[in-house]
């Protein structure tokens, strides 16, 4: 017993050594790894500090450097002109008269009178139908014209014979009556034979297929010999108005209490139509009229303008840019649109100094024309603004004005 609790207390012992030996061992690895993240900070902060210290004098001496440095740039005079007022558009060239040449009647195509791509007049032959067949129904129906009208009129002979002898007492009253009815019929039958005759001589007619508009012929839809009808969906050919012609375009609706009060003073608003990079003027117009109503589920109204086309530059569905001319604003300060800049300040250009340094002056804009620009408010005619070169300026910079490229 003795020895057994001997030997418990020196285990006891011993492991209460092992847990005080691991708690320092502990205590000392979290000091050192305080101490490595302490002096880490130092540094970090340290490094922070010196950065600091340096931009500022970096910074001050990039923009010294930038201002004394002398930037090559192009100028253009600010000036006093008119200013177009203009609204642009996507439009569709519309005919003023579209004509899809289809048989009326039933029969071969025996003829086509026309080239395509040729012009055409009003009333020119373009293509003829077998008459032959139209011509016998007429021939037949004329037949039975002539045998009833000869009935017709014998039938009115028996009528004035029956009513002299109704007055002598000779026959009943119901046979003359029964006459009289008889002419009648006869007279119908020969009403609706003429009719008859009437419809086949008006086929012959169709037999001939004219043009009822002056215009251009498109591509040939049916060959000749083939057998057509009145039900064929592509018809024969078809001709087209080309001049005049006119554009069809939208505008918001915004912008209508303008164009009407333009339009009803009588006056035509002048329309331009351009090629799809509006770069090529195609053919010059007014404005014919406006539709009558607001398309809801856009917002724009339709307009038409008018075009002569003498040239042919405007094709039926070709579409081209519009720009409808409004008004003109004379005496405004115009610069070139490339003058203009936009920054945190707003719209604003370089302006050039009497000794050749660059002021940044903020502008107020007004309506545009191509590449050059109205200003409202900010530059005074007569003034220089910098048209190219202006990313590397700022407020100070020296410049030296690049000579004049020949036009």
């Known amino acids: 017993m003795t020895a057994g609790k001997l030997l418990t207390d020196q285990t006891r012992f011993f492991m209460q050594g092992l847990k005080k030996l691991y708690g320092m061992r502990q ?9 490595a993240l302490t002096l880490a900070l130092l540094i970090w902060c ?3 500090y010196l950065a600091h210290a340096n931009a500022p004098a970096k910074g001050h001496s990039s923009s010294r450097l930038d201002s004394a440095q002398v930037q090559t740039v192009r100028v253009a005079h600010v000036t006093r002109g008119a200013m177009p007022i203009e609204l642009n558009a996507l439009g569709t060239v519309t005919p003023l008269a579209s004509f899809t040449a289809k048989t009326q009647v039933a029969g071969r195509l025996m003829k086509v009178s026309f080239k395509e791509g040729q012009f055409v007049q009003k009333g020119n032959l373009l293509a003829q139908i077998d008459p032959r067949p139209h011509q016998i129904n007429l021939q037949n129906a004329q037949g039975v014209l002539a045998k009833d009208q000869a009935l017709l009129k014998q039938a009115q002979a028996d009528l004035k014979r029956y009513q002299i002898l109704l007055k002598q007492d000779s026959i009943s009253a119901k046979q003359v009556a029964d006459q009289a009815s008889l002419v009648e019929q006869y ?15 008006l086929n012959l007619t169709y037999c001939r297929i004219t043009s009822p508009i002056n215009g251009r012929v498109g591509l040939r839809q049916v060959d000749v010999g083939n057998y057509v009808q009145p039900s064929d969906a592509n018809g024969i050919v078809v001709i087209t108005q080309m001049q ?3 554009v069809i375009f939208s505008l918001p609706e915004d912008t209508l209490p303008t164009v009407l009060k333009r339009l009803r003073s009588t006056q035509k608003l002048p329309v331009s139509a351009y090629d799809r990079n509006r770069s090529t003027v195609l053919e010059t117009g007014y404005l014919k009229t406006i539709d009558n109503q607001i398309d809801p589920a856009t917002g724009t109204v339709k307009l038409r303008a008018h075009f002569a086309n003498q040239n042919d530059m405007l094709y039926p569905n070709q579409f081209v840019n519009i720009n409808l001319l409004v008004d003109t604003l004379d005496g405004v300060t115009i610069v070139p649109s490339s003058a203009i800049q936009n920054g945190s300040i707003g719209t604003y250009a370089y302006v050039i100094n009497p000794d050749n340094t660059v002021s ?5 804009t007004g309506p545009v024309k191509a590449e050059y620009t109205s200003i409202k408010t900010g530059l005074t005619p007569g003034e220089r603004v910098v048209i190219d070169g202006a990313d590397r300026l700022r407020e100070g910079t020296k410049i030296a004005v690049a000579p004049s490229q020949p036009a």
Not at 27 to 35: A, D, S
Not at 187 to 201: E, L, P
Not at 360 to 364: E, G, S
Request: charged share 25%; glycine share 6%; no cysteine.
């Open 27 to 35: 205590r000392r690895i979290l000091l050192l790894t305080l101490f």
């Open 46 to 48: 340290g490094w922070l």
């Open 187 to 201: 007279r119908g039958i020969v009403q609706a034979d003429r009719a008859q005759v009437d419809q086949y001589q």
């Open 244 to 246: 005049p012609t006119s």
């Open 360 to 364: 940044v002056r903020t502008l107020k």
